[in-house]
């Protein structure tokens, strides 16, 4: 099917995907609105809707280690995702790839408290879990002693390591014939021993920084199949939801000192985008913050699109407050 901007004289005047066109005045012009996924620059200035905000671009899952240093998954074109694992200054100076695979994606790099090793997943996420496998690796801050940390048949991914730097947790994903291949493991490094936590389906594992939680995203079984974001002990133990709005809550993570914790939410409903994308699946996302109790709720950001992914800056080497992915 040719997609373009149509007339009613039969004419197309260019391929590709267009949305809203409108006549000028004098009927010689039209515009419209053309949407481009090509990435942009790391910490590019953006447009924002609070004047006393600073907005800046940043690529996926960026996260800092602790003296300062960014890591994130690097894409080319947000249509067709690719990453590697790039590890940078906190103002995007000094970019240097320590892993890439031409033939799969890397994503959700996690330091270890050191600042010596980032694990990551490689493989098929998202839309391509159920069809592609997918492992937990690690490699050192410069790129060297590639390694992997998970084996076997599931798709495995969404590292987070705990703050003795001992174990890891992440996400499993299986065959739904198979309830109990889903949901939260730790591995312990030392001798890969691996500890279910959950079997519900639940992503997005961080650790905080207290050792005491690991905070997850978790589908609801009910109809409307949101996502919440939940808290449990490192032993899988006292697991409490946080999150019960309407609309999805994810992508959640950890203030440096454990006591907050942010995350994306949809819970405002269609914006702009739902003129503008008519095969938007969900509404974009403003970053939230609240108490690691889940109490004290409140929104950070108030822009048009979609704000997501945040991670806390660290102080002496940026002046912003958090970081998020915005299309």
């Given at each position: 099917m040719q997609t373009g901007l149509a007339f009613t004289d039969g004419g197309i005047a260019d391929g590709g995907t267009f949305r809203n066109p409108s006549w000028s005045a004098d009927g010689r012009r039209v515009v419209f609105h053309r949407p481009d996924f090509t990435a942009r620059p790391q910490n590019q200035p953006l447009y924002s809707w609070e004047p006393d905000t600073e907005m800046r671009y940043t690529d996926v899952f960026p996260q800092f280690s602790k003296d300062g240093r960014l890591a994130l998954s690097q894409l080319n074109n947000l249509a067709t995702p690719q990453a590697a694992i790039s590890v940078m200054n906190a103002d995007g100076s000094n970019p240097r790839v320590v892993f890439s695979d031409r033939s799969t994606p890397a994503f959700v790099p996690t330091w270890s408290p050191d600042g010596q090793w980032i694990a990551?997943?490689?493989?098929?996420?998202?839309?391509?879990?159920?069809?592609?496998?997918?492992?937990?690796?690690?490699?050192?801050?410069?790129?060297?002693?590639?390694?992997?940390?998970?084996?076997?048949?599931l798709n495995s991914g969404f590292p987070t390591f705990s703050p003795d730097g001992t174990r890891i947790a992440y996400r499993v994903w299986g065959d739904?014939?198979?309830?109990?291949?889903?949901?939260?493991?730790?591995?312990?490094?030392?001798?890969?021993a691996v500890k279910t936590l959950t079997t519900e389906l639940d992503n997005f594992p961080a650790w905080s920084p207290k050792g005491d939680l690991i905070s997850f995203t978790r589908r609801s079984h009910g109809e409307d199949y949101d996502y919440d974001i939940f808290t449990m002990r490192p032993d899988g133990t006292n697991v409490k939801r946080l999150t019960t709005a309407a609309g999805n809550d994810s992508h959640q993570s950890w203030s440096p000192d454990g006591n907050s914790i942010l995350w994306t939410s949809g819970r405002y409903g269609f914006k702009d985008e739902a003129a503008l994308y008519d095969n938007a699946f969900q509404p974009f996302g403003q970053i939230f913050i609240m108490k690691a109790d889940g109490s004290g709720q409140r929104v950070l950001t108030r822009s048009r699109w979609e704000d997501s992914m945040p991670a806390i800056v660290p102080v002496a080497t940026s002046q912003t407050a958090t970081v998020s992915q915005r299309r």
């Open positions: 990551f997943g490689v493989g098929g996420f998202f839309g391509a879990r159920e069809e592609q496998p997918a492992k937990v690796m690690m490699v050192r801050a410069d790129g060297s002693q590639q390694r992997d940390v998970t084996r076997g048949p739904y014939d198979h309830p109990g291949d889903f949901g939260i493991r730790v591995l312990t490094l030392a001798d890969g």
